[in-house]
Structures are given as C-alpha cells and as structure tokens.
C-alpha cells in the first residue's frame, strides 16, 4: 500500500523520464519512508538496489558486486576491488539504457570510507555523467554532503518529514479498511519504535497485519542467547502461531520503526480470512518459517548430543 509520499515519487518519476544521467538524494530520520519510497519507484524498472550494512568498506562492496553480478547473470566476474569499477562496470555493460542504481544508507558507507565520496564525484565526473544511469542514494541526513565533492554532481534532494502523521495514519486506515474488507469496528494500533509487540513465552489472542513499518523478530530477546530471525515489513502478518493453537508465542516481535498495525483479535480471524485470502499464503510462509528455525535448532542439539564428552 503506497500512500504518503505521492508528491515525492512524482519528482523521481520526472527525473526518470529525462535523458543522461541523474543523481537524487533522498534524507530522512529512521520510519520517514525512504525504503518504501525508493522500492515503489523501482518497481517495473530495470534497477539495481542496494542497501548498505553495518560493516566494513569491502564487504559492502562485495555485497554491492553481488546485487550487480546476479543483476547481469554474470558468474565469470570477481567481485570489483573498488567502487568507481563496480558503477563503471554497470554504465558500460547497460549502456545507452536507462537503468537506476540505489544505495541505500550512503552516510554508513562513508563513515566506514571517507575517500568515498570524492570517489563517487571523480567517477560521475568522468564517466557516469555520459551515461544514461539513475542514482539515487539515501541517507538519515543530507547535511552531511556540504562541502564535499559529490555536492556538485547532484540533481535534487528530497527531505523526508515524519511519516505516520495523522493525516497518513487517517489515509491508511480508511484504504486498509477498503481493502480488506473489514468495517469500521478493526482495531488499529500505533506502535513506536523500539516497543515490543509480542513477547516470547507469553499467551497471544491477536494476530498483526503490518500496514506502515517495520518490525525485527527474534528469539532469546535481552539474554545472551538472543537470535534475529528476520524482519517484517509492509504487508506482512504476526502472531499467527499463538492465535491458532492457543500456545504462548514462540517469538518476540519489536518495532524497529514507528508502527501502524492491523489487529486481528481470534474472533475476527476467519472473517479477516475470508476477506484477505492472499493473506492466507503470507501466514503459511511464516508458519513454515518457524518450522524451519526450529528444524534448524533440532540439527543443531541432535550434533551436540553427537559429540563424543571431552
């Protein structure tokens, strides 16, 4: 569901739609939509997408040759040693064609490579710019950009404000309601990040659907044995197992950003069923994601219990 920021992704549409080459910064605080944004603008699009990691220079970029090389079905190629061969590999082997490249999170990258972004401007400079590619690079905040290099080389910058505001949240009630069926009587709840949503161990009546957000899930969450499942995004559904067997949930759900849910109390399950059948799958994929952690958490006791003692 794309509401919020129709204004924001007409400005990349326009830039898109010009010829050569264009570079957009968009900014914005964590939960201001910049993923959701950037993914909807991609969508159909021939488009490389990119999202940088807590980690070293070399393993973001190895993580960026991977997203080109499978991008161009190339399994002959090393992956690049720097980062002007990696963009200079793509606007050669896609050249005269419109692509978009997107690298999410470029403050983290160049916190980890402060040459970077002189890099970024010298390769624009003398190649790119001749090129008929689309970058557009994210961060928490543009101001980090003034007074280097790279500031000359961009074409625009959109600015994120707060997403969930109540203009937003009204919008995306009333679309959510229209589209699932459901009337006025659905519960939504607005999470802040950070909060827990399910706690592990515990009982649970409801079930979630994702309508603005993100969560991370986890098992063990606050002790040593704390494990990161994955994360949950727009759409998707928790809190299934607990609703439908009546067992306390086998996971702890937090909110990673600001949140607006859909909740699904037991009683209204299967109407909510009826009405969402695509919802059906999406439950089924989790269901069998929890199957195949603890599948996973089997082999691995059954090779301890294998061990010889010391």
């Not at 905040?141 to 003034?146: E, S």
Request: aromatic share 10%.
């Amino acid at each position: 569901m794309f509401i919020g920021r129709e204004n924001e992704l007409a400005k990349l549409e326009k830039a898109y739609s010009e010829e050569g080459f264009r570079l957009f910064v968009v900014s914005g605080s964590q939960g201001s939509g910049k993923t959701t944004l950037l993914e909807q603008f991609c969508r159909n699009k021939a488009a490389i997408y990119f999202n940088a990691s807590r980690g070293s220079s070399r393993s973001n970029l190895n993580a960026f040759s991977s997203k080109i090389l499978h991008f161009f079905a190339d399994n002959e190629h090393k992956p690049f040693q720097f980062w002007d061969n990696a963009l200079s590999h793509i606007a050669r082997t896609y050249k005269g064609y419109r692509i978009i490249v997107v690298i999410e999170g470029l403050d983290i990258l160049a916190g980890y490579d402060a040459a970077l972004l002189g890099v970024l401007a010298r390769v624009i400079d003398s190649e790119l710019k001749y090129s008929a590619m689309m970058m557009v690079v994210s961060c928490g905040n543009a101001g980090f950009l003034k007074n280097t290099q790279l500031l000359h080389c961009i074409n625009g910058v959109i600015q994120l404000g707060k997403f969930l505001n109540d203009e937003n949240i009204a919008r995306l009630k009333a679309e959510t309601l229209r589209q699932s069926g459901m009337d006025n009587r659905a519960k939504f709840v607005r999470v802040p990040a950070d909060a827990v949503i399910l706690h592990e161990g515990r009982p649970n009546c409801e079930m979630y659907k994702i309508i603005s957000g993100r969560a991370l899930c986890f098992t063990g969450y606050g002790t040593d044995g704390e494990y990161l499942l994955g994360s949950l995004k727009d759409g998707k559904t928790f809190g299934e197992y607990s609703l439908l067997t009546g067992k306390p949930g086998i996971y702890t759900v937090t909110a990673f950003t600001d949140m607006l849910l859909l909740k699904i109390p037991r009683g209204d399950f299967m109407n909510f069923i009826g009405s969402n059948p695509r919802n059906s799958i999406d439950i089924m994929r989790n269901m069998a994601g929890m199957l195949n952690v603890l599948k996973v958490n089997i082999d691995m006791l059954r090779e301890e219990l294998s061990e010889p003692p010391q």
